[in-house]
């Protein structure tokens, strides 16, 4: 089998995986460009997962002819990472039975194709990218793609990643297959239960990749404005970013009005623009300390030791040290019950979890405490107001 090593992909300078920023922000790209590409253990944690998830899904279809134990040996090797989380298995798992769900739902067998490389660069200039899975028949197109993250939901819907892999999977396969419905799946199951997906028709894809290609052509180009938002989530340049300082920092501009001047529509506007604030804050004091411990000046500002923890040196020894002195071995440890979130990781799939305690009443879902968030979040929105069929008991 062939090395699997998605850290070393090439990345084009307008990625569809970051499409979301330079088509609301056509110069960030080529800002972006004159920065360092830094990692995270959480970036680097994906990868693995990526890793783990293309050898299963090669060997569940097929693609890669494998032993038992050539197979086990290898999962054994991502397990013996410092990076693995238990869950990786599971979360994997589902990801390869959508797939293969997707697979036997043809007639006939589909083209499947595996981290497969498509360009785009008849819509995006010198661009491409790497589509986790492709798979074509019936006139369908499927784009699929899996996402470790837990703290930013990807939804499917109109999502410039994936239409952009879509698009490049057209301009390949279309002399060969006619495809006429592209479907498009994200797998992200720290986030959704079941994957995200959408659908559209080539026609339309088509359409929508035309009507990018000037932006497309501004952002190789560098030109444009500079337009801060959401999208500046995970772009190189957001802790220093001038335009998204400077609109950040504008919320001083509702800093003189006193309380009851402020109209809900106004603190709406606060409410957005301080949430970002706090944000860029933290991530603007991360970057200062990194200049900081390589040599740099930061004017008024040093890096100092943290507040330490404390722990043992060596807990065997400790304990039996404190025993000497009379401490009760009994008083060296909790035994406490698991949480729910806990017991689902002793099974072998979330699947087995839900049949042998959700489904059987043993673990039931509680609300969560009321919390704010934006219009746009994909959540069904809640109140405290009394609907006159609560108050009267209606049916």
Known sequence: MSQ??????????LSASG????????????LEATLPDTTSEAASRGTLAHELAELKLRRALGLEQMTGQKYAAAVRKFKANELYEPDMDANTDAYVDFIQG???????????????????????????GTSDCIIIGGKQLY???????????????????????ALGALQAYSLLYAIETVHVAIVQPKVWDEPSEWSLTAAELLAWGES??????????????????????????????????????SIEDKASLKPPMIGWDEVADILRRGDG????????????????LKGGDVPGWKAVEGRGSRQFADIDAAFIHMERYGIDGALLYERKPITAA?????????????????????????????TLAPAEDLRPSINNQVTAEQAFGGQ
């Not at 699997?4 to 300078?13: G, P, T």
């Not at 499917?156 to 994936?162: G, L, R, W, Y």
């Not at 699947?351 to 009321?370: F, I, R, W």
Request: charged share 25%.
């Open 19 to 30: 499409a979301h920023r330079w088509l609301h922000c056509t110069p960030s790209a080529r």
């Open 143 to 165: 784009i699929i793609d899996y996402k470790n993250g837990q703290g930013v939901p990807v939804p499917a819907q109109e999502n410039p990643q994936m239409m952009l892999y």
């Open 4 to 13: 699997i090593v998605h850290a070393e992909r090439a990345h084009a300078l």
């Open 277 to 292: 604030l706090v944000k860029w804050y933290s991530s603007l004091k991360e970057a200062a300390l990194a200049e900081v």
């Open 102 to 128: 997707i697979v036997h739902s043809f007639q006939t067998p589909p083209y499947i194709a595996v981290e497969r490389r498509v360009d785009i660069s008849a819509y995006v200039p010198e661009a491409f």
């Open 342 to 370: 806990a017991a689902e990781k002793l099974f072998d799939s979330k699947k087995m979890y839900k049949q042998v305690l959700e489904d059987t009443g043993h673990v039931v879902k509680q609300s969560g405490a009321p």
């Open 212 to 249: 990018i290609k000037p932006i497309a052509a501004r952002a190789f180009a560098g030109e444009g404005e500079y337009a801060p938002g959401e999208h500046c989530g995970f772009c190189r340049a957001r802790s220093t970013c001038r335009a998204r300082v400077e609109g950040l920092l």
